[in-house]
């Protein structure tokens, strides 16, 4: 893990007349580049990390790759993750904590063709639902408990289809729906040409299944080191000014995204769309709602006999210390 200066090494340095580097952090993001994190794109290309004395590398995620492994790892010192897949990784004994949540709301969403007769839950029995993994997979598999849907196919259950992170099974009818974010793959469907009539849409928030996605996590022993918790605290608040930043000016955005992608796969007008999408999902202020915690956990803990968790975290998954002194 990257280890900052101690406040006594800055101050030797400064003794002897010379500039100390800025703090070094590595932030993993869960997937690609891409306007989902674009406010960490902005605040690094507007200089607000440069400015909190912060030099902050931002390493894309990608299909293969779990933030929790890598942050477990010793690759990165924060990560963005769900927290259903965070919580998931605490209980199997990986101390993460939520030092803030940027997304106050959940993207996530089941979208079906119309034409495959799904107009309800009740309707899911005997169909294939296309499911993200490496993480992704908790707040379905928490849903169709719920519902009390099996999904290990059968007359009464459904067929998981191990959903590749595109909308190819809905387009090729492999699946009769498929995960999708309401700034991403949603769009995606809608510009292969399928108009919104012919789709039948269910939001995991309307359904009272949401879990909190896309917040910031570092490892409980980060936040023992003094100098580590000062770092943080400079990076949400440099972060959650570039979030403000990008939510505000969706297209500038947009092409700072673009210039950090390298993969040259993004198009400037689906980043714009999805900046635009992303906005209205985010909190005001990157702090951490405990309703919504909470929110989260029973809806993780309401498993039946195969719950995403077994017992609820606790207080200690997640601290209002960083954001408390961040926004002060």
């Given at each position: 893990?990257?280890?900052?200066?101690a406040?006594?090494?800055?101050?030797?340095?400064?003794?002897?007349?010379?500039?100390?580097?800025?703090?070094?952090l590595?932030?993993?993001?869960?997937?690609?580049?891409?306007?989902?994190?674009a406010?960490?794109?902005?605040?690094?290309?507007?200089?607000?990390?440069?400015?909190?004395?912060?030099?902050?590398?931002?390493?894309?995620?990608?299909?293969?790759?779990?933030p929790?492994q890598?942050?477990?790892?010793?690759?990165?010192?924060?990560?963005?993750?769900?927290?259903?897949?965070?919580?998931?990784?605490?209980e199997?004994?990986?101390?993460?904590?939520?030092?803030?949540?940027?997304?106050?709301?959940?993207?996530?969403?089941?979208?079906?063709?119309?034409?495959?007769?799904?107009?309800?839950?009740?309707?899911?029995?005997?169909?294939?639902?296309?499911?993200?993994?490496?993480?992704?997979?908790?707040?379905?598999?928490?849903?169709?408990?719920?519902?009390?849907?099996?999904?290990?196919?059968?007359?009464?259950?459904v067929?998981?289809?191990?959903?590749?992170?595109?909308?190819?099974?809905?387009?090729?009818?492999?699946?009769?729906?498929?995960s999708?974010?309401?700034?991403?793959?949603?769009?995606?469907?809608?510009?292969?040409?399928?108009?919104?009539?012919?789709?039948?849409?269910?939001?995991?928030?309307?359904?009272?299944?949401?879990?909190?996605?896309?917040?910031?996590?570092?490892?409980?022993?980060?936040?023992?080191?003094?100098a580590?918790?000062?770092?943080?605290?400079?990076?949400?608040?440099?972060?959650?000014?570039?979030?403000?930043?990008?939510?505000?000016?969706?297209?500038?955005?947009?092409?700072i995204?673009?210039?950090?992608?390298?993969?040259?796969?993004?198009t400037?007008?689906?980043?714009?769309?999805?900046?635009?999408?992303?906005?209205?999902?985010?909190?005001e202020?990157?702090?951490?709602?405990?309703?919504?915690?909470?929110?989260?956990?029973?809806s993780?803990?309401?498993?039946?006999?195969?719950p995403?968790?077994?017992?609820?975290?606790?207080?200690?998954?997640?601290?209002?210390?960083?954001?408390?002194?961040?926004?002060n």
């Amino acid at each position: 893990m990257t280890r900052l200066l101690a406040g006594t090494a800055v101050l030797g340095a400064l003794a002897f007349g010379g500039a100390h580097a800025a703090d070094e952090l590595t932030l993993q993001l869960k997937w690609v580049t891409q306007a989902q994190f674009a406010g960490y794109y902005v605040a690094q290309d507007k200089g607000f990390y440069e400015e909190a004395d912060l030099d902050v590398t931002i390493k894309p995620g990608g299909p293969d790759i779990a933030p929790t492994q890598v942050i477990a790892g010793g690759g990165a010192d924060v990560v963005v993750e769900w927290m259903p897949a965070a919580l998931a990784a605490r209980e199997r004994g990986l101390p993460l904590v939520n030092i803030a949540q940027p997304f106050a709301r959940s993207g996530m969403m089941l979208t079906c063709l119309a034409e495959s007769g799904v107009t309800g839950p009740e309707d899911f029995p005997g169909r294939t639902l296309g499911v993200w993994f490496f993480g992704n997979e908790y707040p379905f598999l928490s849903w169709m408990s719920q519902l009390g849907i099996p999904t290990e196919g059968g007359e009464d259950g459904v067929t998981v289809l191990k959903q590749g992170f595109n909308v190819d099974p809905l387009l090729q009818k492999q699946a009769d729906c498929i995960s999708t974010m309401t700034y991403n793959e949603y769009w995606q469907v809608i510009d292969a040409g399928i108009t919104p009539e012919q789709l039948v849409t269910f939001n995991y928030t309307d359904r009272g299944v949401a879990t909190l996605e896309d917040g910031l996590y570092v490892l409980d022993e980060t936040l023992e080191d003094p100098a580590m918790v000062d770092a943080l605290e400079r990076f949400v608040a440099a972060s959650m000014r570039g979030w403000a930043y990008a939510a505000e000016n969706p297209e500038e955005a947009a092409e700072i995204v673009l210039e950090n992608d390298a993969t040259g796969a993004q198009t400037f007008e689906h980043q714009v769309r999805m900046m635009e999408e992303v906005g209205k999902l985010l909190g005001e202020d990157g702090v951490l709602d405990p309703a919504a915690f909470e929110t989260t956990v029973a809806s993780l803990l309401s498993g039946g006999s195969d719950p995403v968790i077994t017992a609820h975290p606790g207080d200690a998954a997640w601290t209002h210390a960083i954001t408390d002194a961040a926004l002060n």
